[in-house]
């Protein structure tokens, strides 16, 4: 491999906000912020949805509001009444 031309690779710090999981991984990612975790400074990543708390992976079963869409198509075709 030719030196200077690959990124770092080093452990990052990623914390899922939706979940409140951290996990440490390693990764190029540039970033300006760190924090500490278990006693060591990482380069830290903000995630909104990780395998922590993606429905996927979870198995939580969230229900899409569709009202909204129902009463958008009702207002629309309200009109053709029979």
Known sequence: MRQGIHPEYQQVLFHDTNA??????????????????????????????SSASHPFYTGEVRQASNEGRVATFNKRFSRFKR
């Open 20 to 49: 409140d999981a951290y996990f440490i991984i390693g990764s190029t990612i540039q970033t300006k912020q760190t924090r500490e975790y278990e006693g060591k400074v990482y380069p830290y990543v903000t995630l909104d949805i």
